[in-house]
T-cell receptor, first 113, second 113 residues
Framework: KQEVTQIPAALSVPEGENLVLNCSFT??????LQWFRQDPGKGLTSLLL?????REQTSGRLNASLDKSSGRSTLYIAASQPGDSATYLC????????????FGTGTRLQVFP | DADVTQTPRNRITKTGKRIMLECSQT?????MYWYRQDPGLGLRLIYY???????NKGEISDGYSVSRQAQAKFSLSLESAIPNQTALYFC????????????FGPGTRLTVL
């Protein structure tokens, strides 16, 4: 059974700092790995999706990497801003059932001015 | 207007009551999902539907039922609500052709007293 873990559970950093969020999964047979952002009172917004055949994806100040052999994905946020404050969730999609996303418990990020 | 809407956004009810949560989408997607989110547990899949005639149980379907009234509408029912069903409920959609990404509604906060 796939299990997804995110460390740390919470992170507080000053504006401008580069930071890394970690996601670990136990079963390397994944179809893809996604990173979502969750804001209070709003749903989840997909940030980046990495297919199992890919090593990384980039969007603006965000870069996500995937290492299936070690069961790890990282989300790198460059030059953090207060608007980046949110909860970040990673989710692994099963190789044989791509519709079933297994979510981590999230990292709550606060970026202070 | 939002692509995925959920009603109600907040609901407080009593143990034993029947509750229906509704989800509508204007994205034209064929696949729809219901998740619940609990503190410390992440999001877990309750039910998912590939089309109007294809409904599947997820990880935690006990105590819940669903109805796919049309391609755009997917309802979640709690037949007899109990306090441990207090949670944040999310609806999501995806497109078979772009099946990798799921789009989430804003969530319904349900409290069962």
């Amino acid at each position: 059974k796939q299990e997804v873990t995110q460390i740390p559970a919470a992170l507080s950093v000053p504006e401008g700092e580069n930071l890394v969020l970690n996601c670990s999964f136990t079963d390397s047979a994944i179809y893809n790995l996604q990173w979502f952002r969750q804001d209070p009172g709003k749903g989840l917004t997909s940030l980046l999706l990495i297919q199992s055949s890919q090593r990384e994806q980039t969007s603006g100040r965000l870069n996500a990497s995937l290492d299936k052999s070690s069961g790890r994905s990282t989300l790198y946020i460059a030059a953090s801003q207060p608007g980046d404050s949110a909860t970040y969730l990673c989710a692994a999609s099963g190789f044989y059932n791509t519709d079933k996303l297994i979510f981590g418990t999230g990292t709550r990020l606060q970026v202070f001015p | 207007d939002a692509d995925v809407t959920q009603t109600p956004r907040n609901r407080i009810t009593k143990t034993g009551k029947r509750i229906m949560l509704e989800c509508s989408q204007t994205k034209g997607h064929d696949r729809m999902y219901w998740y619940r989110q609990d503190p410390g547990l992440g999001l877990r899949l309750i039910y998912y539907s590939f089309d109007v005639k294809d409904i599947n149980k997820g990880e935690i379907s006990d105590g819940y039922s669903v109805s796919r009234q049309a391609q755009a509408k997917f309802s979640l029912s709690l037949e007899s609500a109990i306090p441990n069903q207090t949670a944040l409920y999310f609806c999501a959609t995806s497109d078979f052709n772009l099946r990798d990404t799921q789009y989430f509604g804003p969530g319904t906060r349900l409290t069962v007293l």
